[in-house]
């Protein structure tokens, strides 16, 4: 009996020694795990630390980014109401420019229709007395009307009536004189075909029946169709 309890004992011993050295390494599992488990969570810490920082490196470029884009789009924005402004400018300068230019226009045309009805006016009152054989009075406007307006399309015709003024007047040395500075002016002119016919006649007068004759060739050379060279041919015919 004894030495049953004894040997009961002796297994008890044994067991329990195994219980604990088991727990001991149950211990020392749970010791290394923990281990792990702190050293796990503090490279989480530090990660989460390290992926904070570079969150508010991210925003903080982020914000200086916004800011810098936000200087330039005010920039922008500036720049664009100054070129606003400057168009403005531009457009009433330019239609201030127009609106002179359209009065200067206005103002020309004007003084331009004024002008022509003082032409017409001393050309009609001169080629009146020419007409109604006031030839003095005549060939004082046709030679005012050259003197003022020597560009203006009138002044051929003024030009020429001035000759016939003297031929009416029976001047043959102021007309020839006449006559003949017209054809010297106006080598395309409007009367050129009268002028070298009222020349041969000057000549006839002047008893220069040479110089009749080569007025009138010229005529003839000059405006061959013209019924001053018709005129003229029957003439020499004589």
Known sequence: MASSVGLMGAGCSSITLIRIKELKQVEHRVDSLNNELSTAQRELLKEQKNQ???LRLVRADQQVRFDEMGQKISSLEGGLTESKYKLSQIDKKTQEIQERWEAKAQADSTVK???NME??????IAY????????????NGFADFCKQFPEAPLA???AYWYAECWYGKKDMEKAELAFS????KYREGKKVCAALYKLGFVFEN????????MAWQKLIATCPASEEAQ???ERLGK
């Open 128 to 139: 009146g007395d020419e007409t109604a054989g006031r030839f003095d009075l005549a060939a």
């Open 119 to 124: 032409m017409d006016k001393l050309f009609q």
């Open 206 to 213: 002047k008893r220069q029946l040479e110089k009749r004759k």
């Open 156 to 158: 051929d015709d003024a």
């Open 113 to 115: 229709s004024k002008k």
């Open 52 to 54: 904070n920082e570079l």
């Open 181 to 184: 500075d017209y054809l010297r």
């Open 231 to 233: 005129g003229a041919k």
